[in-house]
């Protein structure tokens, strides 16, 4: 498996605190990627990195924020956790030598009461 | 929003038959890749084809595209139990980014 993790694995948080997720990877991979997966709707892009302090948005990106400091750490904020936001979070990276593929991490679930 | 779209939603069959689920995008590729996705766990990537190939194989998997239907395909013979999971597939344009299905569901039965 590729050097992913994820923290926390799973977290229960009321409307309206701040929550943020880590990622962190071995593999020196350029990009990173923080995806949520929802019932009926697959994976969807929320933001991503293309290099150290180089980020990007995705496709779902309202109400987060993302910060890329090191090469191997990747975070995801959520400035005021909505239940909307109730969701499992992946965090995938690429980059290596089969560059287009995706390496998944096992996920974060977050409950949002 | 979602760029491919899997079809069928839901597939179930008996051991050592044959799965085989299709894949439509809607713009122009780089590439295209299949994922696999047990339950409760992180993707697994199974095997990616580019614009410029038609079919691809990989153990078990096989894999079609058919840019001008802008469509894809993945066969999965002799199925085995451990097939069971979901089945994405995830298309590239032109940087790293992808955009992914919403997924077919594969059970196997014993």
């Known amino acids: 498996d590729a050097g992913i993790t994820q923290s926390p694995r799973h977290k229960v948080t009321e409307t309206g605190t701040p929550v943020t997720l880590r990622c962190h990877q071995t593999e020196n991979h350029r990009y990173m990627y923080w995806y949520r997966q929802d019932p009926g709707h697959g994976l969807r892009l929320i933001h991503y990195?293309?290099?150290?302090?180089?980020?990007d948005k995705g496709e779902v990106s309202d109400g987060y924020s993302v910060s890329r400091s090191k090469t191997e750490d990747f975070l995801l904020t959520l400035e005021s956790a909505t239940s909307s936001q109730t969701s499992v979070y992946f965090c995938?990276?690429?980059?290596?030598?089969?560059?287009?593929?995706?390496?998944f991490g096992p996920g974060t679930r977050l409950t949002v009461t | 929003s979602q760029q491919g779209e899997e079809d069928p939603q839901a597939l179930s069959i008996q051991e050592g038959e044959n799965a085989t689920m299709n894949c439509s995008y809607k713009t122009s590729i780089n590439n295209l890749q299949w994922y696999r996705q047990n339950s409760g766990r992180g993707l697994v990537h199974l095997i990616l084809?580019?614009?410029?190939?038609r079919e691809k194989h990989s153990g078990r998997l096989r894999v079609t595209l058919d840019t001008s239907k802008k469509s894809s395909s993945l066969l999965i013979t002799a199925s085995r139990a451990a097939d069971t999971a979901s089945y994405f597939c995830?298309?590239?344009?032109?940087?790293?980014?992808?955009?992914f299905g919403a997924g077919t569901t594969v059970t196997v039965r014993a």
């Open positions: 995938a990276i690429s980059g290596g030598q089969n560059s287009y593929e995706q390496y």
């Open positions: 995830a298309t590239a344009e032109d940087d790293y980014k992808l955009s």
């Open positions: 990195s293309y290099g150290v302090k180089d980020t």
């Open positions: 084809i580019r614009s410029n190939e």
